[in-house]
């Protein structure tokens, strides 16, 4: 096998420090080096290696991705060296030889002859965008979870609110519980603050505000909904920060918001986590292998093992399901239609999948050539087959005991 970087290193990193293995050529032809040493993993000790590795004459340094360990080290060498991220399951060393220094030489050999591949690191902004991103899906999640707790409370007081409005946190359901805090315990006066439709419901709501909400319900309640409150003020101060950071970025993310059940913040979150930049992917195809959105491939044997799909960017992966959720719900498009021929063969989750597939498809497209979304239209596969879609008609009508006879419409 042909030596593809005759200067090489690898990095284990830790926490606290990182063995670097320095792989050159040795005083004979054809041999080769090795040399594994320990540095510190604070700026300071870093910038130090850094400058080492540049003395070394290294064209290729490799580093796993251990936890978030890796990222001052990558951030740093960036600036200077040809640094290279790559997946610890594509560089998992030799059974029975598990120690940190085997680790960095291993990594060493394998940058030598070219046999890893990069991982997906975007440039700084992206990254910004990414961390604010990734922190409003968290403060969401989180206040959804106080949301929950909240429902479970009121249950060990006998108040059944959430029985009958579909929202806790909605302004009648806040005006009644802020009444209950306050002190009001009367169902039918807690039940008269209902607004709009919800005071259609009024007796159910008489029945499900009768309780035995004491002091101390009143005092958890309160802590609930200070937190509920607290994470929608980070979410509000978050996505105002992410205003400012998508100004570069306006363009795109007005254009792929208009593929049905693509909202601002989904494909603000696509941008964050592609970095826009549909360059990286060569096809649609890799895009979606990247985020996990495509059948694995394991076949031996002329057999298929598995083809469950493979863990990809979790954040990228949930903003499509929301999406694809979306867009199965729209009327007249080409996802809606897609997911229900899909389902009625292979189920709704997999036909959901196809879907976020097919979202994340159509933004690989519009990013690539600056174009905004065309829907086919909800008969596309109509037009493309006509017969196969008469044949379905016909063989629907014969399942029903009806004999059909088909004759064809002459233009006028």
């Known amino acids: 096998m042909d030596i593809v970087h005759e200067r090489a290193a690898g990095l284990d990193i830790s926490k606290r420090d990182a063995k ?18 320990t540095w510190g993993a604070t700026t300071q000790a870093i910038l130090e290696l850094r400058e080492f590795l540049e003395h070394q004459h290294v064209t290729t340094v490799v580093m796993e ?54 991982s997906f690191v975007p440039p700084e902004p992206i ?6 991103t990734r922190a409003r899906a ?26 009958v409005v579909s929202d806790l946190t909605g302004v009648s359901s806040r005006q009644m519980l802020e009444a209950l805090i306050n002190g009001e315990r009367d169902p039918e006066v807690l039940a008269g603050l209902a607004r709009g439709t919800l005071r259609s419901r009024i007796p159910a709501l008489i029945d499900a505000l009768t309780g035995r909400f004491k002091p101390h319900h009143a005092f958890m309640a309160r802590l609930h909904l200070d937190q509920i409150d607290a994470h929608a003020r980070t979410m509000e101060a978050l996505t105002a920060r992410i205003e ?22 989904v494909a603000e979150v696509i941008i964050a986590e592609t970095g826009a930049n549909m360059t990286v992917f060569e096809t649609p195809a890799r895009l979606a292998s990247w985020a996990g959105v495509c059948p694995s491939a394991n076949e031996s044997a002329g057999r298929i ?33 897609r997911y229900h021929r899909i389902a009625t063969r292979r189920g709704p989750m997999r036909a959901v999948v196809a879907i976020e597939h097919s979202i994340l498809t159509a933004a690989w497209h519009m990013l690539s050539h600056g174009v905004i979304y065309t829907d086919p239209g909800a008969d596309h596969f ?18 029903l005991g009806y004999n059909v006879t088909i004759t064809p419409v002459t233009a006028a």
């Open 305 to 337: 093992k598995s083809s469950q799909i493979l863990p990809g960017n979790k954040y990228l992966k949930a903003a499509l399901g929301t999406s694809a959720l979306s867009a199965t719900r729209t009327k007249g498009t080409y996802l809606a239609a």
């Open 127 to 132: 990254r910004e965008l990414r961390d604010l």
């Open 65 to 118: 991705a251990t936890s978030d360990y890796w990222k001052p080290f990558f951030y740093l060498f960036e600036e200077t060296l040809p640094v290279m991220l790559v997946n610890a399951k594509a560089a998992r060393n030799i059974p029975g030889r598990k120690t940190d220094v085997s680790d960095a030489a291993w990594l060493a050999q394998l940058a030598a002859y070219g046999l890893l591949r990069g």
């Open 244 to 265: 400012e950071a998508m100004e570069p970025f306006r363009d795109a993310r007005e254009a792929l918001a208009t593929i049905p059940g693509v909202s601002l913040k």
């Open 138 to 163: 968290i403060a969401g999640r989180d206040r959804t979870r106080e949301i929950q707790r909240l429902e479970k409370f009121l249950e060990s007081s006998g108040i059944k609110l959430s029985s």
């Open 20 to 37: 670097v293995c320095v792989r050159v050529p040795g005083t004979r032809a054809g041999s080769y080096t090795s040399r594994v040493t």
């Open 382 to 399: 109509t037009r493309i087959s006509p017969s196969r879609a008469k044949n379905n008609a016909i063989k629907q009508l014969n399942s």
